[in-house]
């Protein structure tokens, strides 16, 4: 036989964002998202720039690669070769 619960479980729905939180903290979570999105903009300039696809077909490849952590190894596998062979990475 189950004891009665002793607490209850908590029930979670949705917040009043503007009730919840300051305005200085709601600035800073909107300046974080702005920084963000433009480190993602810039990853996007890079990756294009140094995969050399054409822009028909890299919205395409850019939006199959899983996060930053892929772009952003994408970006240092294409450096490094850039480096070792001399040549720019291309061959």
Known sequence: MKRPATTKAPTYGARAIKQDFSKDQLAAVGAVTLAF???????????RASTNIGDWLFVEVSSRINGL?????????VIDH????GNGGRA
């Open 82 to 85: 850039a480096v070792t062979d």
């Open 37 to 47: 999105n433009e480190l993602q903009s810039c990853l996007e300039l890079m990756l």
């Open 69 to 77: 952590d892929g772009k952003t190894a994408i970006i240092k596998y």
